[in-house]
């Protein structure tokens, strides 16, 4: 019984996060849609929602590397799917509260900030993707 409540739990905060990450989606689309006339439609929405929602999934909580603190190559060896997923979601969040700030201020950057912002959340959610995929292969 205890083991089932766990994963139920931990199912729920993986769909929490997912939810996270569309939301996150969800505000760079709409501040990118705002000022880029071409990705305006209802596709470019919900790809960034999906995008979002992948990279929160799969690049939050990862398995992280076994350490063994015996064995001296093992402390020198740097996680890599642990720093990805760190930097992605850091640089993910970072622009998408970007975007809430630039919506809700109603501001109106230069074209070179909106495309740094569509930049970073696309390096971002594909750094997660990338180091929640690396953690799983090898775990």
Known sequence: MRARVRKFAHVLERLGLAMAGA??????????GSSVAALTSQAFVLVMMVCGAVGFYLGIDTPQLMFHPKD???????????????IGTFLATLVAFFSVGVIV??????????????????????????????ARIRA
């Open 23 to 32: 939301a996150s989606g969800l505000f760079v689309a709409v501040h990118v």
């Open 72 to 86: 001296t190559v093992s402390t020198r060896k740097i996680d890599a799917a642990e720093l990805l997923s760190a």
């Open 105 to 134: 201020l109603r501001g109106e950057p230069h074209i070179a900030w909106t495309a740094a912002i569509m930049v970073g959340w696309v390096l971002g959610v594909v750094m997660q993707i990338v180091a929640g995929t690396m």
